[in-house]
Nanobody, 118 residues
Framework: VQLQASGGGLVQAGGSLRLSCTAS????????MGWYRQAPGKQRELVAR???????TYADSVKGRFTISRDNAVNTLYLQMNSLKPEDTAVYYC?????????????WGKGTLVTVSS
């Protein structure tokens, strides 16, 4: 499975963006999918993740502002970002984890840049 993120761009503080992550193959068996971000000079951090059953987890910094969702029918992961802040500026990456016998397989996509101006 190859992942490709899109939807980044430049937006003013308070604005919204919707990121998409399209998979080249089926994500039906990808157990957990998530969005991570990396700001300049900082480590990559988890933004949100969603299990195949629909359970979600969010970083405290984005709770109430971001919504993660997945559509297995079109092999796509989404991140709706509202009330954006300058500190949300980062490269956003999508990730998938598939649990297999004896371990797991990690999938990463190329990032998409989100810039929030003040």
């Amino acid at each position: 499975v190859q992942l490709q993120a899109s939807g980044g761009g430049l937006v003013q503080a308070g604005g919204s963006l919707r990121l998409s992550c399209t998979a080249s193959g089926s994500i039906f068996r990808v157990n957990v999918m998530g969005w991570y971000r990396q700001a300049p000079g900082k480590q990559r951090e988890l933004v949100a993740r969603i299990t195949s059953g629909g359970s979600t987890t969010y970083a405290d910094s984005v709770k109430g502002r971001f919504t993660i969702s997945r559509d297995n029918a079109v092999n796509t992961l989404y991140l709706q970002m509202n009330s954006l802040k300058p500190e949300d500026t980062a490269v956003y990456y999508c990730n998938g984890v598939r649990v297999i016998v004896g371990g797991k397989v990690d999938y990463w996509g190329k990032g998409t840049l989100v810039t929030v101006s003040s």
